[in-house]
């Protein structure tokens, strides 16, 4: 919404671990090193843990960047699985063969060892990355150290990133963990960000995003600092909603009200909750005595009877009951929040008019023709990709469980949550929900690349095609399969219009948002499609 106004390319403060936003602190390039040396060591694990938001994410992005050729890398950013489970995607993310339907742990460990051993002979590395792994089980943990017994004389033939909270080191500080623990050739626990860090990681993100300007002034410095506690994410999320208000007020900069007007929209801080705690019970107290009053005048002119002490809560309960409910989603109490998975990727399956089988979604997607996209990303985000999605919730006990997006509207959404359709408010929707998902998504067999500047493939045709249905000449029938400097522009515009990076090239999300605006076959979040925008750039305001 703010991005003109303030002259941006894209928004500066998303949540979602972009590589070139990050900002380099002097903890960040440790860790980073840290990673980059266990990759380039002898095998074994490294281990990077942080508090949540502090960048572990990103900088696993930045080393996937800077990760050398000779390297297969296999990413698993959701590892609460089971031993079976886990394997499977182990196989999925390397491309490794194994039977259809298999459950048994000997058959994937086989598979797994066999494709070690010809990498290695093909002069190959291969480095499994776990995102998230304080989710994992101890039975899941032993399993991966028992991978990494296969070694050669020089080295072990697996690699294994464990990136997780901080709780994932006490976790290996276990008795049943010792002989994992002993594997760990590097570790590095990255803490948050220093006052003088925190004004030199807003000023970075802004030109990132395309502005010089100072948006946020220096003697906002300590107050951002005080309230993110140096955080990177809680930055972003204060920044962005920051900016909002300050595009709405039609201001120039971000002030200070404006900063602590954004802290007590989106953060629960203590002080915040105990001031509202604190209204609350005088509001209560207030409306109580109001209540007693007006039933002792009532009942004085018409008798000498006398109120009873228990009038005023009688009176004062049908004005609470009729308050709208904001409630939060919650899983029954009398089942196990385990069943919440299978039924949010049932629900997602049953919206692309499939069944599901259970075990790996995404392994069962890619059999009927979807892709799968798992990621973290903001509502507005799955506003523009604008398919189905299951969402990773957390419950008022700081659990987890999921649920499947299935509408998104101005204000309200409809969610599934087991066996029952809730429609809940935005806002409270967005506090229960970090920002991870699970979406799929349908193009065509053709298009299974980047598509860029210089490009010369049928999938380019495809493209051509996709772009004239959104500039509104649904006739056009282009077979030009060249990337040219046009289709490029055309490109870039409409990932402005998007709020993506304009680079011109034609990856996964650009490919996604493309067919939310073209694939009419496919089930939609929204209820209607997004305005459309010009492609042109002559035609384009």
Known sequence: MYQSYFGLAEAPFSIAPAPRYLYMSQRHQEALAHLLYGVNSGGGFVLLTGEVGAGKTTVCRCLLEQIPETCDVAYIFNPKLTVEELLSSICVEFGIAHPPGNSSIKVFVDCINTHLLDAHARGRHAVLIIDEAQNLSADVLEQMRLLTNLETSERKLLQIILIGQPELATMLERPELKQLSQRIVARYHLGPLTQA??????????????????????????????????????????????????????????????????????????????????????????????????????????????????????????????????????????????NSKPLAYTALFKAWGADYQGGDPCLQASEIGLRCRNQRGSLLELRQLNRPAVLTLRDAQGGEL????????????????????????????????????????????????????????????????????????????????????????????????????????????????????????????????????????????
């Open 197 to 338: 860090e925190v004004a030199a990681y807003i000023k970075h993100r802004l030109e990132v995003a395309g502005t010089q300007r100072l948006l946020f002034p220096a003697k906002l410095t300590r107050q951002l600092h005080r309230m993110s506690g140096g955080v990177p994410r809680i930055i972003n999320v204060v920044c962005d909603r920051a900016l909002l208000g300050t595009y709405v007020q039609g201001k120039d900069r971000v002030d200070r009200k404006t900063l602590a007007q954004a802290e007590r929209e989106v953060l629960q801080t203590p002080t915040t909750l105990r001031r509202k705690q604190r209204w609350t019970r005088v509001a209560g107290v207030l409306t109580l005595a109001a209540c007693a009053l007006l039933l002792a005048v009532f009942f004085g002119s018409k008798s000498d009877l006398k109120a009873t002490p228990s009038a005023p809560t009688v009176a004062a309960s049908p004005a609470v009951s009729s308050k709208p409910s904001h409630a939060a989603l919650t899983w029954p109490a009398n089942r196990p929040v385990s």
């Open 402 to 541: 999921h649920a499947t997006l299935i509408e998104l509207g101005p204000r309200h959404a409809s969610v599934i949550i087991g066996e029952t359709t809730a429609k809940i408010d935005i806002a409270e929707l967005a506090s229960q929900w970090p920002g991870d998902y699970s979406l799929f998504w349908r193009a065509p067999a053709e298009v299974s690349t980047t598509l860029r500047l210089g490009d010369s493939s049928p999938a380019v045709a495809w493209l051509r095609q996709q772009v004239a249905r959104i500039a509104g000449k649904s006739s056009d029938t282009s077979e030009n399969p060249h990337y040219d400097v046009d289709l490029a522009e055309q490109i870039k515009q409409f990932q402005r219009t998007r709020g993506l990076y304009p680079d011109g090239n034609v990856g996964p999300k650009t490919l996604i948002y493309l067919l939310g605006a073209t694939d009419d076959t496919a089930p939609n979040l929204l209820a209607e499609k997004p305005a459309e925008f010009p492609l042109h750039p002559q035609k384009a305001r």
